[in-house]
């Protein structure tokens, strides 16, 4: 069960905007009516017209990434990736790698990890909305996101099982660290990321994630925040949800 399930049926537009956390209506495709869509409309709208679509209790809501966001999000693929080469603990999917975490839940992170123990013969799955809830979920955050949207998202991401997941700002050029809804540490480009429990021995510079990435102003995400609030840890990360 999602977290909005404990929320009032929305009686207007403004209130499901409001629920889905201040979104651009925008985002929010009208046919199949909200509240009625299902994950066949995320893949056939994807085969007609190549956008993605997450699925919110029967809510489509577009996904948002512009062209700087996706490099920064291949970078740390690759930084991933070649982490993984050496260290066998499961698979990468990217910025198309849909997931149902719960039911009438379809997200779609940036980047996601999950260990081989979740997958039987160490195989990624074949459907194309797997149920399966991700060790690490990576988020990159775009203009187009709300504090609210990425706030619900994690609490989300927990709720479903994550165990860890990073929301990755490229105009503050900044990492989060997140090991609950509650439980985060910044990171800068002077600081060093490593994997907690999840990815043990990860060790990757944050300066190196940045490294494709060309400063520009500091705008922040919609909704008077730069980043999704929080309490910030004292210490790294230890345990695993």
């Known amino acids: 069960m999602s977290p909005s399930a404990s929320h009032t049926e929305p009686e207007t537009f403004g209130d499901l905007l409001e629920q889905l956390g201040g979104i651009s209506p925008h985002r929010v495709r009208l046919r199949p009516a909200p509240g009625s869509a299902t994950e066949k409309d995320v893949l056939d709208i994807l085969r007609r017209t190549n956008r993605l679509y997450e699925l919110v209790d029967g809510v489509l809501v577009e996904k948002v990434m512009g062209y700087p966001e996706s490099t920064l999000a291949c970078q740390l693929i690759k930084l991933l990736g070649n982490f993984l080469d050496r260290h066998d603990l499961?698979?990468?999917?990217g910025m198309d790698g849909t997931m149902r975490l719960m039911p009438k839940l379809v997200r779609i992170p940036d980047i996601s990890f999950v260990c081989w123990e979740k997958l039987p013969g160490r195989e990624p799955p074949n459907e194309p909305i797997p149920d399966l809830v991700p060790d690490l979920a990576v988020e990159v955050l775009s203009e187009g996101n709300t504090r609210g949207e990425m706030d619900r998202k994690l609490r989300e991401y927990f709720l479903a099982g994550v165990a860890l997941v990073w929301f990755v700002d490229l105009n503050a050029r900044t990492l989060t660290v997140y090991t609950s809804p509650e439980d985060s540490q910044v990171l800068t480009e002077n600081d060093t990321l490593d994997g907690g429990t999840v990815l043990p021995d990860l060790q990757l510079t944050i300066e190196a994630i940045f490294a494709r990435s060309p400063r520009r102003?500091?705008?922040?995400?919609?909704?008077?925040?730069?980043?999704p609030s929080s309490r910030k840890s004292s210490g790294k990360h230890h345990r695993r949800h």
């Open 90 to 93: 499961g698979n990468l999917a």
């Open 217 to 227: 102003p500091e705008v922040g995400m919609k909704g008077g925040a730069k980043k």
